[in-house]
């Protein structure tokens, strides 16, 4: 199975097979991205982290349904999806692949360590635990949360995001204006 399917009209596929080979892979900021970039970038892990979830039938205590809701796991996840690209692209070594397995080991060990300290579950979810430092406020303590659609809080979740991000470039450009 195919992370990326080639058939534009899957709704899972943002980009193409064509379109990955095109381009050599980069790493992703995520705090750079523009809206439209950051859409994207979200579609594509997420339909990327789907298969590897069931490519090597990862448990929730390795990738949980709610991955995207907890930064630690997404910059993980992320640094493993641009790995995997460039290990699997047409002008890496042959050995590679076999590099990124390796890698994809050691990484599967800190993925356990993410979930185990932000507390996410296959049913629950709770915002990561912040440690507050003398001097700063106290951070809202969120409340655990059950989980009911995974996708319905996907696309909500990028949804806020993509708007977020507009608001934050609109305020950019009233400030260059004036």
């Known amino acids: 199975m195919s992370p990326f399917p080639d058939e534009p009209d899957d709704g899972d596929a ?13 790493p992703i900021n995520w ?3 523009d809206a439209e970039q950051a859409e994207i970038e979200w579609h594509d892990l997420d339909h990327w982290v789907k298969w590897l979830k069931s490519t090597f039938g990862l448990a929730p205590n ?4 709610y991955w995207h ?3 630690e796991l997404v910059w993980e996840l992320s640094a493993l999806h641009c790995h995997w690209l460039s290990c699997y692209h047409e002008s890496a070594s042959p050995s590679a ?3 990124w397995m390796r890698d994809f080991t050691d990484t599967r060990y800190r993925l356990r360590d993410w979930v185990s300290i932000c507390g996410t579950r296959l049913d629950r979810d709770r915002p990561t635990r912040q440690t507050t430092w003398p001097g700063e ?3 809202q303590a969120g409340t655990e949360i059950e989980i ?3 996708d319905e809080d996907f696309a909500e979740f990028v949804r806020e995001d993509v708007l977020r991000r507009r608001r934050i470039a609109g305020v950019a450009s009233q400030q260059l204006i004036g």
């Open 69 to 71: 809701r907890h930064d």
């Open 14 to 26: 943002y980009r193409s097979v064509t379109d990955l080979l095109e381009r050599p892979p980069a």
């Open 62 to 65: 390795i990738v949980p349904p």
């Open 148 to 150: 009911r659609n995974r």
């Open 137 to 139: 406020s106290a951070p």
């Open 31 to 33: 705090n750079l991205l």
């Open 97 to 99: 692949p076999i590099a």
